[in-house]
């Protein structure tokens, strides 16, 4: 019987020494995890750069904070404004363009079809000069026709050979 004491007795010592160990373990994983999630690396606490306290450590950036996220979202949305208005602004000043021209097109037609019609005045006026000027030559010829009869008679020939000269 003291036999069976002594190993109850050895028994229980040795499941207490187990429980005492398991809470000694959970106590030091206890400590463990506490010192871990107080420590920089997981709470990101890192000392400031040598540069500046606005500048990052390139060594120790975890990301962007939900500010940074929020402020880079609001500059990309400025961006796209800036960049509509500018093309809004590219397509007013092309289509401006395109009318001045359009509108230099119409003028120079417009020139081009009055400097036609003085041509074709012109050129009816010169007609008209030149069909007058055909007209006097012909009646002038005629009337040269009529004054000056080129018709050979025998008085023309028989003015030769009477003299001795």
């Not at 994983?29 to 000392?47: G, I, P, T, Y």
């Amino acid at each position: 019987m003291v036999a069976d004491e002594f190993n109850h007795a050895m028994t229980v010592q040795k499941k207490e020494e187990q429980r005492q160990n398991l809470l000694q373990d959970a106590a030091e994983e206890l400590e463990e995890l506490r010192c871990n999630l107080d420590s920089a690396l997981l709470s990101e606490v890192q000392e400031p750069s040598s540069l500046g306290p606005h500048r990052k450590r390139k060594d120790a950036y975890k990301g962007m904070s939900a500010d940074e996220v929020v402020g880079v979202y609001k500059d990309q949305e400025r961006q796209r404004r800036e960049n509509a208005a500018h093309r809004d602004a590219l397509q007013g000043e092309d289509s401006a363009w395109a009318q001045y021209d359009s509108a230099c097109v119409r003028a120079g037609m417009a020139m081009e079809r009055e400097e036609d019609r003085k041509r074709k005045e012109q050129n009816a006026k010169y007609a008209e000069a030149q069909r007058q000027d055909a007209k006097l030559a012909e009646t002038r010829k005629q009337h040269m026709n009529h004054v000056y009869k080129n018709e050979i008679t025998s008085d023309f020939f028989s003015q030769f050979g009477t003299s001795a000269r």
